[in-house]
């Protein structure tokens, strides 16, 4: 499977978009960010080429982790070593980066299995040599994710919190419910430009997690409605234009359209 790596610059802040070929799928992105120095995420283990270009390319003195998951962080045990400096994450997520558990097939041949590292805590506040970003706790997607907030640049790093406004599956991890509160915490942020992690930048963080928000609870509600009609979770998923069977055989059923309906039916307290 082929890795290719772009670079897009934005301002003081330059976005690298990593593709993963994936056979008969759409391919595969995530992405890293630097800025003034600091290393935002480390990608997945598959492009360690590409980033050992990057940190080649520019003088890092920080990297920072906005979650534990294999396409963020399969690199920073490389990039610590190389750079001598160790990462930050939050607290939360410190003991599943020591020890990353083995993982599903698909993710492994997509994003690859990182090596465990030692991490930092990461503070309530991160500065760079020009910037000083707020630490916002949003868990949800994973349990140790955060996002980072420049208020005087108005910038929103947001991890995953974003990924697109048309979210259609969920993996069987994700609590939907606090990821709509995290979405919440967000979206009380004044308007930013966006860095999202796998899609680059947006103008305005309030209108696509917004948009992204509004989309979960529109299918939040029609979900309640054939929920209360006798449908199955199955066929409510058909019923609301998202039964999609080829991530659920991929991931063997980790990742699926019936795990949405399940969290948001969940949220609206109508499933245990
Ligand atoms: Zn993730």
Redesign the pocket.
Known sequence: MATHCERSDHGPVTFYEIERAVPGARPMRVGVYVVDGTLIDTGPRHARECVAGIIEEHDIDQVVLT?H?E??IGNAAFVADRLGVIPLMHHSGQAATAAPKALPTYRKVIWGQPAGLETSTLDDEVSTRRFSFRVVHTPG??HD?VVLHEPDQNWVFS??LYLTDRVSRAFEYEDIGVMIQSMRTVLAIPDCELFCQHTGRHMSHQHQIGKKLDRMLGLRNRAIVHLEEGRSIREITRALGIADRAHKIVSRGEWSAEHLVRGLLRDAGRLD
């Open positions: 979650h998951h396409d963020h997607h994973a994710h991890g995953d």
